[in-house]
């Protein structure tokens, strides 16, 4: 398949403070992709993938200020992005499903209009799009056995893996890769279901967000993701 596409965000307006840009543009991009999608194996094996460009004008993203403590927008001029997504679905029997998907992405700022900026930053031209990794993966395995006639035994484990990010224009503020483990376990019926999850199980440290400033000491500050957590969780579906 082939598909062309347009998309469109509005521009508006920041909050009037000290040090932030008082409006931002709207944000338009282009996007190519070609892909294939198969089944295989009497439609035991499933296989997808695209390769797609996008081209993005007066690009947005936000941005923590930490002089007035609130989220400012901005924009970049132009920024081209490209990439490939692969994603596998497999049942091997009847209760075994596997799942699996991989992306890989460049993305790079071409311009950008200093007058966007309360204060334009330096030398950012072909550096990358905050917060992108520039690959993913993600693998989930789904096992399901009959308690009942009624009522399924649910065991689901998961990983997600993420690839280099940065989180300034400047691309100083650079993340390494990052793993995730995910773990469910749950009784199920058509009616109601009871699921102990545990999220974050390595207990892996990452930011979500970071940003660097001298009103801080240290100059820079991170936002880091949930921990590890491990929740019970009911449900009910009224007929």
């Known amino acids: 398949y082939a598909t062309l596409a347009r998309g469109f965000r509005s521009g508006g307006f920041n909050e009037v403070a000290p040090g932030v840009t008082r409006t931002f543009e709207a944000e338009t991009s282009d996007t190519m992709e070609l892909g294939f999608k198969?089944?295989?194996?009497?439609?035991?094996?499933?296989?997808?993938?695209?390769?797609?460009?996008?081209?993005?004008?007066?690009?947005?993203?936000?941005?923590?200020?930490?002089?007035?403590?609130?989220?400012?927008?901005?924009?970049?001029?132009e920024v081209d992005i490209s990439g490939i997504e692969l994603e596998s679905w497999w049942s091997p029997?009847?209760?075994?499903?596997?799942?699996?998907?991989?992306?890989?992405?460049?993305?790079?700022?071409?311009?950008?209009?200093?007058?966007?900026?309360?204060?334009?930053?330096?030398?950012?031209?072909?550096?990358?799009?905050?917060?992108?990794?520039?690959?993913?993966?993600n693998l989930t395995v789904t096992h399901t056995a009959s308690v009942s006639g009624e009522m399924d035994l649910v065991t689901r484990v998961s990983g997600n893996w993420l690839g280099e990010r940065n989180f300034d224009l400047e691309n100083t503020m650079v993340?390494?890769?990052?793993?995730?483990?995910?773990?469910?376990?749950?009784?199920?019926?058509?009616?109601?279901?009871?699921?102990?999850?545990?999220?974050?199980?390595?207990?892996?440290?990452?930011?979500?967000?970071?940003?660097?400033?001298?009103?801080?000491?240290?100059?820079?500050s991170r936002f880091r993701n949930q921990p590890r957590q491990v929740l019970l969780e009911g449900t009910y579906r009224f007929q």
């Open 38 to 77: 198969s089944t295989l194996i009497d439609g035991v094996l499933s296989v997808n993938g695209a390769y797609f460009t996008t081209k993005q004008d007066n690009a947005q993203f936000t941005r923590f200020n930490p002089i007035t403590f609130s989220l400012e927008q901005l924009t970049i001029a």
């Open 93 to 137: 029997t009847d209760s075994i499903d596997v799942q699996f998907g991989f992306g890989l992405i460049d993305n790079e700022i071409e311009s950008f209009d200093p007058a966007a900026f309360d204060e334009p930053p330096i030398g950012i031209v072909g550096n990358t799009m905050p917060r992108v990794a520039d690959w993913n993966a």
């Open 175 to 220: 993340d390494d890769d990052a793993t995730y483990l995910n773990l469910s376990l749950g009784l199920e019926t058509d009616a109601w279901s009871l699921q102990l999850r545990g999220t974050n199980l390595l207990d892996e440290l990452e930011p979500e967000d970071a940003f660097f400033s001298i009103v801080f000491d240290p100059p820079l």
